[in-house]
């Protein structure tokens, strides 16, 4: 009976340990992004709709992101390098965040930023971070309008 309780113990942790480890990774996650979406306020505004600055959208909403939505490596790319500004549309422009970021950092804030407005519920790792960074390391320039129209694009319908 004992070894039977036993087995039952370690089969259920089994079940259980590995979602809730991942939930407090996201949960860590969420709160360092929290603090780290400080950076991308000034643009984006403090509930993610875009500040405004006379009479002129600074950046877009969130909300309005298919990216959030359906391309995590081009979120990572946007904001590891940036977009070739269009200052027809938008009063800012989105600047590149590589050297103030490090993987941990980049994964926090994607994974508060998908969560919060792209209806994810899951989180983005240091280790993932860290491949998109190794993967563009030789990329200087900045994400360009048809990269982005193309993202658009190849999202599939909601
Ligand atoms: C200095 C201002 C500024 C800062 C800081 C900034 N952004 Fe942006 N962001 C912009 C502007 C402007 C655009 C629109 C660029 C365009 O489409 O030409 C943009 C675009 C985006 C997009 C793409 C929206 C879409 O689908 O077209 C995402 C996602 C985004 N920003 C997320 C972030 C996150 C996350 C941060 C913080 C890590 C951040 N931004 C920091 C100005 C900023």
């Known amino acids: ?12 942790s ?7 480890v991942k939930a407090d990774d996201r949960a860590k996650a969420m709160r360092h992004g929290r603090m780290k979406k400080m950076t ?29 939505k359906h391309d995590p490596e081009m979120l ?9 500004p269009d200052l027809g549309t938008y009063g800012g422009a989105m600047v590149g965040l590589e050297k103030v970021y490090d993987d941990h950092a980049l994964a926090s804030v994607m994974t508060y930023v998908r969560n919060k407005w792209g209806g994810h519920d899951d ?3 240091d280790g993932q971070a860290a491949a998109w960074r190794e993967k563009y390391a030789e990329r200087t320039a ?17």
């Open 40 to 68: 991308c306020a000034g643009c984006h505004g403090m509930t993610g709709k875009g500040a405004q600055r006379n009479g002129k959208l600074v950046a877009p909403a969130y909300e309005d992101s298919s990216i959030l």
């Open 76 to 84: 990572a790319l946007i904001i590891l390098k940036g977009i070739e």
């Open 123 to 125: 989180y983005i790792s």
């Open 14 to 20: 089994l079940l259980i340990l590995p979602p809730s």
């Open 1 to 12: 009976m004992k070894r039977f309780i036993a087995f039952t113990l370690v089969l259920m």
């Open 142 to 158: 900045p994400v360009t309008q048809a990269e982005l129209e193309e993202s658009r694009n190849s999202a599939s319908p909601d």
